[in-house]
């Protein structure tokens, strides 16, 4: 028995006698020794080469373009990201603003009561009166008046007029007004002369 006639154990041999035994793999070739290439052939390489090279700097063009596409999808998304979040902390901000402003003019007949007890004298209600002006006061709240002061339609309400010549002057202050922040909470109710 020759060593190409031992068994493979991969190999399934029928062992019936008279049937047919598959055919022994081929003998592996032998190396052919380099012979020169012919000008045709190398041109033919040549080309191959180019070609191929072409479609791999078409291919890296392409991944370079949606590289490009993808970073500046990510940049606007940032940006929109950023966008969106100083718009959500400006609401907020608006938010707190508009509700803090709600509860200073729901405190202002809390401060007229005051002010009218001060003025009638009563001197248990003064503290208390300064000690609520002055924490509004530090937040942002200022109290109008504008007695002796040009008429402004924009900062005071005229609810009685005198005659007189020349420009419009506040007479008294029958309410006061207060500004918020810049903005007028509420007019000073005023009688106006002239």
Request: charge should be negative.
């Amino acid at each position: 028995m020759s060593p190409d006639d031992t068994p493979d154990p991969g190999r399934v041999v029928d062992a019936r006698p008279g049937a047919a035994q598959p055919a022994p793999p081929p003998a592996p070739a032998e190396a052919v020794p380099d012979a020169p290439l012919e000008a045709e052939t190398l041109d033919a390489l040549e080309a191959e080469v180019e070609e191929a090279a072409e479609v791999v700097e078409s291919d890296l063009s392409a991944l370079a373009s949606e590289r490009d596409d993808y970073l500046d999808q990510l940049r606007r998304l940032q940006a929109d990201f950023e966008n969106y979040r100083k718009r959500v902390l400006k609401q907020q901000d608006e938010l707190a603003e508009r509700a803090t402003e709600s509860l200073v003019a729901d405190l202002l007949p809390v401060l007229d009561a005051c002010d009218a007890a001060v003025q009638h004298g009563d001197d248990a209600a003064a503290p208390i009166a300064k000690a609520l002006t002055d924490v509004l006061d530090k937040q942002g709240l200022v109290k109008l008046a504008p007695a002796g002061e040009a008429f402004d339609p924009n900062h005071h309400e005229a609810v009685a007029h005198e005659p007189g010549e020349g420009e419009s002057v506040v007479t008294e202050v029958l309410r006061a007004g207060y500004l918020w922040k810049g903005r007028v909470l509420r007019p000073a109710m005023v009688r106006v002369r002239g």
